[in-house]
């Protein structure tokens, strides 16, 4: 079954600073890899997608993510925070029996002005 | 413009005591989700329907039931038997359940059993 890691529950930015958030995967072969994000008492959005090819990936309000294979991860990156980044933010994986999402644990950003 | 709709944003009720979350969406999809949200937990799956009058159980479908009679809706009955209900719940839909098929999440229902 695949799973999903994010190390870090919380992150404290400074507005304007670059962001990376971890995300490390477990699943045997190709992944579909998903990142979310969530404001408070919100449901999610889906800031960018993996399926294949390229593995540098660009999404929605600047963000981007890489999809590593050797390191089994596919880390979040925005290379400057703006306060209205501060949410929770989840990577995902798809893969196996009905290609149903696994979600990990969430990382909440908090930016400092 | 489509979307998801959850009703009520939040919901109280006494423990022993049913309850149902709706879900309706206007997107057309043929896949729809019921999640779970715990603080530092993730998202865990509870049901999921991939066509009408059909559904499966996911990881925690346990003290929960749902039903599919119409594409648009997908309610889910938190029952008496789940035996911590408090939770965020958040309804998804997508066009398939392939791993190409992005979710489409809904605003989510806060329940407090208490």
């Known amino acids: 079954a695949q799973s999903v890691t994010q190390p870090d529950i919380h992150i404290t930015v400074s507005e304007g600073a670059s962001l990376e958030l971890r995300c490390n995967y477990s699943?045997?072969?190709?992944?579909?890899l998903f990142w979310y994000v969530q404001s408070p008492g919100q449901g999610l959005q889906l800031l960018l997608k993996y399926f294949s090819g390229d593995t540098l990936v660009q999404g929605i309000k600047g963000f981007e993510a890489e999809f590593k294979r050797s390191q089994s991860s596919f880390n979040l990156r925005k290379p400057s925070v703006h306060w209205s980044d501060a949410a929770e933010y989840f990577c995902a994986v798809a893969g196996g029996a009905g290609n149903m999402l696994t979600f990990g644990g969430g990382t909440r950003l908090m930016v400092k002005p | 413009d489509g979307g998801i709709t959850q009703s009520p944003k939040y919901l109280f009720r006494k423990e022993g005591q049913n309850v149902t979350l709706s879900c309706e969406q206007n997107l057309n999809h043929d896949a729809m989700y019921w999640y779970r949200q715990d603080p530092g937990q993730g998202l865990r799956l509870i049901y999921y329907?991939?066509?009408?009058?059909?559904?499966q159980k996911g990881d925690i479908a346990e003290g929960y039931s749902v039903s599919r009679e119409k594409k648009e809706s997908f309610p889910l009955t938190v029952t008496s038997a789940q035996k911590n209900p408090t939770a965020f719940y958040l309804c998804a839909s997508s066009r398939g359940t392939g791993g190409n098929s992005p979710l489409h999440f809904g605003n989510g229902t806060r329940l407090t059993v208490t």
């Open positions: 699943y045997g072969a190709t992944p579909y």
């Open positions: 329907s991939q066509i009408v009058n059909d559904f």
